[in-house]
């Protein structure tokens, strides 16, 4: 049987790939991932919201170049560029950022793009998570089970997987069409919300498990020890020779309690 530190190591040596796959569909191994440490939670964080930034970025600029619509269909990337920020965006000094849109290189603006998904993906997702790491802390208080904020936090990032994928392909979908789904947002946290709930029950389930495992053991224990050293049970000839013994000492008291009034008189 594999002690605790091999399971732990072999949690350390997981790929990022398979802490994707185990944080959609393995409630049940949070909290060995969670005992990884911040620092692994957080690693992983910016991983796949890098790796998401990228397809983002892939989807922008599939989008600006294929799909939206402008009255000259021989303008270049950049200018693209410029006229859909100058429609979608309310700023001051536009024309000036318009300008250095239309005067830089393709590759700067794509890098560009990616940076400015990547920075705003951060920032709204570490929201979401230290929001849904303080539901987490009231769902261990209706469960009536005591758990580390860090512990809750990192348990927070990785359910929040599902729900980055899913915004993702939300993203694509509403950029390349016109398809909007309702209350998305809303769904979106629901989703991560539910993969925490459901890792935090798993654990108070096997913590009840482990108790009852316990008891089970203590139990098997005594008995055992009981069979070491057996203990005589009172019979009924033994509550009869009581009950004569009692009555004895009884006589004994009123014949001394006679022979003293006797002397006295």
Not at 6 to 29: H, V
Not at 51 to 75: K, P, R
Not at 195 to 203: M, P
Request: with cysteine; glycine share 4%.
């Amino acid at each position: 049987m594999e002690s605790n530190e091999q399971i732990r190591q072999q949690f350390f040596k997981m790929n990022f790939f398979k802490k994707i796959w185990y944080s959609i569909s393995k409630f049940e191994k949070y909290p060995e991932m969670a005992a990884l440490g911040v620092k692994k939670a957080i690693l992983y964080f910016i991983e796949i919201l890098f790796i998401m930034s990228i397809i983002y970025t892939g989807i922008y600029v599939y989008y600006i170049n294929n799909v939206a619509e402008f009255d000259d269909n021989g303008v270049s990337f950049s200018e693209k560029l410029a006229i859909e920020v100058k429609r979608k965006s309310k700023i001051e000094n536009g024309e000036t950022i318009i300008e250095n849109i239309k005067n830089s290189k393709n590759k700067v603006l794509i890098a560009t793009v990616g940076i400015t998904f990547l920075m705003a993906l951060i920032i709204e997702t570490l929201l979401n998570v230290i929001t849904l790491s303080f539901f987490g802390i009231l769902t261990c208080v209706f469960a009536k089970i005591k758990m580390n904020y860090k512990a809750l936090f990192n348990m927070s990032i990785y359910a929040f997987t599902l729900s980055i994928i899913l915004r993702t392909i939300y993203f694509a979908i509403t950029t390349l069409t016109s398809y909007k789904i309702k209350y998305f947002d809303i769904m979106y946290v629901s989703i991560a919300y539910i993969s925490l709930a459901a890792a935090i029950f798993i654990i108070k389930s096997n913590v009840i498990k482990q108790h009852l495992e316990l008891m089970r053991i203590v139990e098997e224990s005594k008995e055992k020890i009981e069979e070491k050293i057996p203990m005589r049970r009172r019979t009924k000839d033994d509550e009869n020779k009581d009950e004569e013994k009692n009555e004895e000492e009884n006589d004994d008291e009123n014949k001394n309690s006679t022979e003293g009034q006797g002397s006295n008189a």
